[in-house]
């Protein structure tokens, strides 16, 4: 038994599911380049922060519409909070769809 081997034999049960299943994703999905992955990394990150965002943006209407002082006021926090969530939405739309095109120059054909 090499140093390498006795190392893998005494790893975790969980280190060693994640080397199986690590080796078993390459080998499955050989047509992904890894500008591919890097560029989904950032789709799933640029989600993360709008999302993070729009939760605060929500927070702080619901705060704003607790402080109203009347119908009228309560409607304008309204439809402002909706136009800016659809303004918001449309932009992020756009910004994912752009990111999304720049992996297909680097996928490797199967």
């Known amino acids: 038994m ?6 893998k034999d005494t790893g975790s049960p969980m280190t060693n599911l994640m ?22 990394n950032k789709v799933g990150t640029e989600m993360l922060a709008f999302m993070s965002e ?13 402080q109203a002082k009347d ?15 659809m303004d918001d939405y449309a932009a992020e739309m756009t910004k994912l769809m752009d990111m999304g095109k720049t992996h297909e120059k680097h996928a490797i054909p199967v």
Request: glycine share 6%; aromatic share 8%; proline share 2%.
């Open 2 to 7: 090499n140093k390498d081997q006795k190392a």
């Open 19 to 40: 080397e199986v299943m690590q080796e078993a994703s390459t080998t499955m999905m050989p047509g992904f380049g890894l500008e591919w992955f890097e560029t989904m």
């Open 54 to 66: 729009r939760v605060k943006q929500d927070i702080q209407t619901q705060q704003d519409l607790l």
């Open 71 to 85: 119908i009228g006021e309560i409607q304008k926090i309204q439809a402002d909070f909706v136009k800016k969530a």
